[in-house]
Structure formats: C-alpha cells, structure tokens
C-alpha cells in the first residue's frame, strides 16, 4: 500500500489517536500515490475533508480524513468530480441522511460492479484468443495430412 517506511509507521500509529493532525499533503501525496500537491489540496478547497493549518499555512490531515478520503476516492474512480461528491453529500446531509453511509454503499456496489466488469472483459478477451474447437480440429488434420504426404 505505502512505499515510504516513514509514512508506513506514521499511518500505522496514527491508527491509536485518529483525530490528531500529523499527515502533511506530501505524506497523503505518498499514500494515494498522487504527484501533484494541486490534486491533494483540491479535495480541501471544494470542503471535503477541512485541513488543519499553521500559521506559516502548512496543512495537516488527520487518520480520519485519510480513510474518509479512501472512500471518495472511489466515487472519484467512477467520474464523479469533486463538486458532484460535495452536492451528492450536501442533498444526503439536507435529507437527514448520513452521507457516510450512502458512500458506504455506492463504494460497495462500484467495486462489486467494476470486479465483475473486469472479470467479464477478461473472460472474453481469453475467449477471443482460443480458435473454436471446428477450427482447431480442421487445423490439426491439416497438418496430419500435410507430414504424412
């Protein structure tokens, strides 16, 4: 999942007090394996998650705001932009719903719709690669015929 050991022990002891500021955008940009500080600031500046900064404007994430992110991270996957994740929360929220529980259940769906797709478009792609069994057959008596002459 992580590549840098640091951050790996940072994310593993963030587990303990989830609620304490201490990823840096470069950490969250090592653990979404993201290479621009724009993509990571973005989910900040629509109001998605709210970063906690110094006041040298440094931004800090909780352990928390990492697995929220997870899961946008999956609506993000599916083509929905910020402001669309940000709307669909807002109308969850102004319906008296939990919008945690919405995403929840749509990240379940889409990775049970995109494994399935994928395993699908696999199979025929394997499929595709094999010659029918007619051709195949008319293909080795070609060759029969063709040493025994």
Do not use: W
């Not at 800090?60 to 990492?66: A, H, P």
């Amino acid at each position: 999942m992580l590549t840098d050991r640091v951050v790996e022990k940072k994310f593993k002891e963030a587990k303990n007090t989830p609620d304490e500021p201490i990823f840096t955008t470069k950490d969250l940009m090592k653990i979404f394996h993201v290479h621009s500080q724009v993509s990571i600031e973005q989910f900040d500046k629509t109001g998605l998650i709210k970063a906690f900064k110094t006041p040298q404007r440094q931004r800090f994430y909780t352990y928390n705001q990492i697995m929220y992110l997870k899961k946008l991270q999956i609506l993000i996957k599916a083509d929905f932009s910020f402001f669309a994740i940000k709307a669909l929360i807002e109308y969850e929220k102004s319906e008296g719903r939990n919008p945690d529980l919405f995403i929840d259940g749509f990240s379940k769906f889409y990775k049970r719709f995109f494994y399935n797709s994928n395993r699908n478009a696999a199979r025929k792609e394997n499929k595709n690669k094999r010659p029918p069994l007619k051709v195949a057959s008319a293909l080795m008596e070609s060759t029969e015929t063709a040493t025994c002459v």
